[in-house]
Structure formats: C-alpha cells, structure tokens
C-alpha cells in the first residue's frame, strides 16, 4: 500500500459517520438548547464585535480575538478547500457545508461561552484557556487524559497539517499559476525538478512568517486586525462579481447543488452512496474552513479583554458565519457557474479558471488576483495556527517557554517544506488531523453543554446586558 492509499484509508476511517453525525448532532442538539441563538442573536453579535470593553482581563481585544481567529479560518479552505469538496463530492458538497456551518454556529458559541468561563490568568496576565482547559476545568481532573488528546492532535494539526502544509502549499501553487505556469523556470532541488516559482515563495513566506510568529500573539493579534478585514471584504466582492456578471447561470447551479447534495443524479453508487460523500466532503471541509467544533477558536477567544463569556461567545459565532455561510458560499457558487470544477484541474488552478474565465478579463488578470487573495488568506491562517499549536504545547510542557521557542522554528521550518509536498497528500493529513482534534473537543462541549445553557439565560437577564443593549441604541 503506498503512503497516499494509508492516507486515504485513515481519512475515510476517520471521517465516517460516526463523527459525521457526532458534528451534526453537537450543532443541532445546542442548537435547540439555546433556541436558535444564531439566528435570534446575530445583529447583537455583529455589534459586539466593533466594540470593546474597557478595564477588562485579557490580552487583546475582543475584535483583536475575533481577527485572531479569523486569520486562522478564512484561507486556504475558502478557495483551495472548496474546490477540492466539490471535485470529490460534487457541487452538493457545497449544500452540506453552509448546513454544518448553520448548526456549527451554536458549537461555536459555545466554544466561545466555555473558553471564557474556564480561562486562566498567570502572574504575568497572560490568558490560557481553549478546549483543553474548559475539558480538565469542566468536567474534572479524570478526564484530563482528554485534554491532553486534543492538546496533541491539535499541535499536530497546527504544525503538520492544516496550520502550515495545505497554507503555503496553496500559495506556492497560486504564485506559480501566475509567475510561471508552464514550468519553465525549473531548478534541481534534491534530485527532483522543481519551479523556481514555489522555491522563491517558500523562502519568502517562511521570512515573513518568523518575523510575526516570533513576536508573539499582540504582534499576531495586530497584523491580523490590519489584514482580515480587508482581504475578507475584497474577496467577497469580486466573488460578487463573478456571480453577478454570470447570473443567467445562477438557477441551474443552484438547482445543480441541491440534487447533487441528495443524490438525484447519481449515475453510480446509488443515490444513498453519492449523498454520504457529498456529506463527508462537504462537512470534513466545512470543518476545515470554519473550525466549528474543531477547538482551535476557543484559544484565541480565551484572550479576548471580556468580562463576560456569552458576549466572547457572540462574537465568535459570527465567525463561522461570516466563513462558510457567506465566502465559502461566494467561492462554490463562482466555480460552479464558471464550470471550472468540470476542467480537469486540481487545487488553486481550479479557482483560477474560475477567476480568470468569470469576468471579462484575462485568465493572466485573474490568475494574479486570486495569488494575491490566496496569500493573504494562507499568510494570516498559517500566523493563526502557531498561536493555536503554542498554546497547546504550553498545556502539555505545563508551560516551559524555552519548548515554545523551540517550536516556533520548527512551525517556521514546516513552512518552509510544505509547498513540496503533493496537494492531495496535504489535504488529506489536514482532514484527518482535524477530524481526530474534534473528537475530544465535541465530547467536552457535549458534557458541558448545561453550563452553556445557564451562562447565556444569565446574562440575558442581567443587568450588564441590559446596559449593553442601552449602550448600543445611543
């Protein structure tokens, strides 16, 4: 069996549908216990978000948290991971996406409430707090060995799978798309031909990468303020574009969406078999792009300056919203209508057909847009992720700094090689370190979803939010 067969064979294993419904079930279950809140709430979250409490425990920010976190979210997944759910699944891997991520709003939420509640601050103020903690601090010391599982899986994944390879491995691949797409600048690295293109970014990247990462997470936090709304809001409109400038193709694509995501037009595995896959494509990417019930936001959350977890809460939830309901969507729905999922081709280049052949434009243009997307999406995610596989180290080493230095070079060193590795092999060590990550991180939330429920009818009846509310309305 050859190393991409094992691969493949542990990402099915892992990505079946016991955790399938464990992902669903957490997001539909908290869902009905706190009554919908992603849909009743939202408005007030998004206020929440541009506003800041003053003389509040934290490091950063609640909007500095928020864009933490959203720099570890919106990347690759929104373009490259997209494209590859779709090529496996089908365009109806793009209806069970924006389903996992409505319900994975809940999950978020109460990543966000626990992460909070279950915080601690050390002598120097420096937040800890995540999964690991509101697990140990929650359900107590003998389900510490929990804990520790997703401390590891999650310094695993930061490291060597969804914070580094698939990042840089979709920028390289986009820099080359443009620079040079037909291999004609090729350097001998190794014994193997390799373009010039993906070498020069790999250096480049990794020297950008050291100089924030070494700075710890307020230059983090202050890179990512600057850079995550612009890209976000740039992206979102030129997607907009897209759609708008091909919008007589729109009904059939949709159309095309939802009997892919049920299986109607399934010429082979029946429409049961062709149904699982969207699901596990669609939910496994879903995942990946907006971390609901991954346990990664939590972390950054947990340094927000807040004196309440419901309102930390809120503001992490718009998150996966703004994600997956709303990019990942924009990036399917421009594949989908540009027929570029349909071409033969794999990774970014997918997404750029898409870019160049949406508008009237050439493919050169678009080529050069969608790089500069893709980087500023990966550069922000891969700076996020150390944050996340730091944190985690800390729990597990009981805090030894001189181990977290020693890890940030390694991250810096991963970056550096990931673009040398195949696309397929990246994605799929991405998808089954995620999946293993979730597990014990949904089985905490599960235990804990009573404490949520109690916080949030807490603060909606206490008199901090009814001057929060008051506030708001001047």
């Known amino acids: 069996m050859s190393i991409t067969s094992f691969l493949e064979y542990i990402d099915n294993l892992v990505w079946n549908v016991p955790l399938i419904v464990l992902i669903l079930g957490t997001g ?38 928020f864009c933490t976190a959203m720099a570890a979210t919106i990347g690759t997944g929104n373009i490259v991971g997209v494209a590859t759910a779709i090529l496996a699944g089908g365009p109806g891997a793009l209806f069970w996406m924006v389903v996992a991520a409505f319900f994975g709003m809940a999950t978020k939420y109460s990543e966000g409430v626990l992460a909070i509640k279950y915080r601690k601050i050390d002598a120097n103020g420096a937040t800890l707090g995540g999964p690991f903690y509101y697990i140990e601090g929650g359900l107590g010391q003998k389900w510490k060995w929990l804990a520790k599982m997703f401390a590891l899986f999650g310094m695993t994944a930061s490291i060597g799978g969804t914070g580094t390879f698939t990042q840089v491995n979709g920028i390289a691949t ?17 014994g193997t031909e390799v373009s010039l293109a993906i070498v020069g970014t790999a250096i480049v990247i990794a020297f950008l990468v050291a100089l924030v990462v070494l ?15 612009f890209m976000a809001v740039a992206y979102f409109f030129i997607c907009l574009a897209i759609i708008i400038y091909n919008i007589d ?54 340094s927000a300056q807040t004196h309440t977890a419901v309102r930390q809460g809120l503001i992490s939830m718009t998150g996966t919203f703004i994600d ?29 057909f898409a870019f160049g052949e949406g ?15 893709l980087s500023f999406f990966a550069f922000t995610t891969i700076i996020g992720w150390d944050f996340y596989g730091e944190k985690c180290l800390q729990y597990l080493s009981g805090n030894n700094m001189k181990a977290v230095k020693v890890y940030r070079w390694l991250y810096v060193l991963a970056v550096l ?9 990246v994605w799929t060590i991405a998808d089954i370190c995620n999946g293993l990550m979730a597990i014990p991180n949904l089985i905490g939330i599960l235990f804990l979803s009573g404490v949520v429920v109690k916080e949030t009818k807490d603060y909606f009846n206490s008199d901090r939010y009814r001057l929060s509310v008051q506030k708001h309305k001047k």
């Not at 978000?49 to 425990?57: I, L």
């Not at 700075?215 to 709304?229: D, L, Y």
């Not at 090689?417 to 092999?425: C, L, N, R, V």
């Open 215 to 229: 700075g710890g997470i307020k230059r983090i936090a202050t890179v990512t303020s600057i850079i995550v709304p």
């Open 359 to 373: 508008l009237p434009w050439s493919h050169s243009v678009g080529a050069f847009v969608l790089m500069l997307a």
């Open 249 to 302: 193709k729109l009904p059939a694509a949709l159309k095309h969406i939802v009997e892919s995501a049920f299986g109607i037009r399934a010429m082979t595995g029946g429409a049961l078999g062709a149904m699982l896959v969207a699901m596990q494509k669609g939910i496994s990417r879903g995942i990946f792009s907006n971390e609901a019930g991954l346990g990664t936001a939590p972390i950054a959350a947990a």
């Open 174 to 190: 986009a820099v080359k798309g443009f620079v040079d797409p037909h291999d004609q600048y090729l350097v001998n690295l190794f």
């Open 28 to 65: 539909i279950l908290l869902t009905c216990r706190l009554k919908v809140i992603q849909m009743r709430r939202l408005i007030l979250a998004a206020k929440y978000m541009f506003s800041n409490e003053e003389g509040a425990a934290g490091e950063i920010s609640s909007f500095g948290a």
């Open 324 to 352: 997956t309901i709303i990019v990942c969507t924009m990036t399917g729905t421009t594949l989908i209508i540009t027929g570029a999922t349909e071409r033969g081709l794999e990774g970014a280049n997918v997404t750029g």
């Open 417 to 425: 090689i990931g673009p040398f590795f195949t696309i397929s092999a």
